[in-house]
């Protein structure tokens, strides 16, 4: 009877040890930390604006324009930069803080670019984060708010600021708003190998508990 409830308790802790092994594979998930998200809204309209509470601007001037009526180019958008402010030449747009990613981290950026609503006229603007990306985009004049999502890998440690730096230099750029930049670190998991010895092992432990329980039974 003592024997009966001895197997019994091992093999209950045996098949723990078990599902809490197959838990430990699988759960294999990140969660992403924000490491900047601004959508403008906060920010004081003007016209070659520099107080803004994520950004500094350099190499130039930016405009925050948009609701209420002021220069309000894409109703319904609340607030958003003008990349090319109204010194007739277009700023640098760069995060106040530099970020630091190791490798391994997966980092993604999201934003949204509009075209110049200047007709015929397309527009560009280079968005980079130091050495990790730095990519050029260009929209027709007439383009709405179009997000755009890219995915780096960090293969190596390093430090960077987000930046958007505009082209041209006639007042009017492209447009910016909903700027996200995140990063997930990689999650420490067991080795594969690992995970089926301590199966292995269990599987065998009840294994032998029972076959010694069935001789005592026939005993």
């Known amino acids: 009877m003592i024997q009966s409830k001895l197997l019994k308790t091992l093999t209950k802790a045996g098949l723990t040890l078990m599902l809490l092994s197959v838990g430990l594979f699988t759960s294999s998930s990140a969660k ?16 070659n604006y520099n107080s803004f509470a994520n950004w ?3 190499d130039g001037t930016v405009d925050l324009i948009g609701n209420p009526n002021f220069f309000d180019l894409i109703p319904g958008n609340g607030r958003y930069v003008d990349l090319d402010g109204s010194t007739a030449n277009s ?13 391994g981290d997966v980092v993604n950026l999201v934003f949204d670019l509009a075209g110049n609503r200047r007709d015929g006229q397309s527009d560009s603007v280079t968005v980079s ?9 260009t929209l027709a004049s007439n383009q709405g708010f179009t997000t755009f999502t890219r995915t780096i890998n960090v293969t190596s440690a390093t ?4 930046a958007f730096a505009g082209a041209g230099g006639d007042n009017i750029g492209l447009l910016l708003d909903d700027v ?9 998991v067991p080795e594969p190998a690992s995970i089926l010895g301590l199966l292995a092992f269990g599987a065998l432990g009840i ?4 076959q010694r329980q ?3 039974n026939k005993a």
């Open 56 to 58: 500094n601007v350099t």
């Open 207 to 210: 294994g032998s508990l029972s």
């Open 159 to 162: 430090t960077a600021n987000l």
């Open 214 to 216: 069935q001789q005592a």
């Open 32 to 47: 992403a930390a924000v490491l900047i998200q601004d959508n403008f809204d906060v920010e004081t309209l003007g016209l």
């Open 129 to 137: 984060l130091g050495s990790l990306f730095n990519e050029t985009f």
């Open 180 to 188: 996200i930049l995140e990063s997930t670190a990689p999650t420490s």
């Open 91 to 103: 700023g640098i747009l760069a995060s106040k803080t530099a970020f630091n990613f190791n490798a």
